[in-house]
């Protein structure tokens, strides 16, 4: 059985490049100031903690594979709005993923991090 989406075995750049040719098609960039799109990206947040609402952490993996189609979705919606945010501002959002795991390894390396849950600070 395929469960791959059509089109979803394509980079991401190129999922980049139809979330904003959808955007444009429609003339939404007018609506789509940075203010705007960081509370979206809030907003579609929230949305997808609601699924998770008064559910343990225990049984929190139960709850998301329950509703797995719906968190994807919101976890869509997020994505497409960092998306637009990124364009907007004017950083390449996948450059700034990169960046933030290179800082991130630096300041969780292995030998001092794994399996542990502090702050880098706390190391």
Not at 78 to 84: A, H, K, P, Q, S
Not at 88 to 102: I, W
């Given at each position: 059985m395929n469960t791959k989406a059509e089109g979803s075995e394509?980079?991401?750049r190129e999922i980049q490049r139809r979330i904003i040719a959808f955007r444009d098609a429609r003339d939404w960039q007018q609506f789509h100031d940075p203010k705007n799109l960081?509370?979206?990206?809030a907003i579609e947040a929230g949305e997808l903690l609601e699924h998770f609402l008064w559910t343990p952490s225990s049984e929190s993996y139960e709850r998301g594979a329950y509703r797995r189609d719906k968190?994807?979705?919101e976890a869509?919606?997020?994505?497409?709005?960092?998306?637009?945010l990124a364009e907007?501002?004017?950083?390449?959002?996948?450059?700034?993923?990169?960046?933030?795991?290179?800082?991130?390894e630096a300041k969780?390396?292995?030998?001092?991090?794994?399996?542990?849950?502090e702050k880098y600070r706390e190391l």
């Open positions: 394509c980079g991401f960081a509370e979206a990206v968190v994807s979705e869509a919606d997020i994505l497409i709005y960092l998306t637009y907007e501002v004017g950083f390449d959002l996948v450059e700034s993923v990169a960046a933030k795991l290179r800082t991130n969780y390396p292995v030998r001092k991090a794994k399996g542990r849950s």
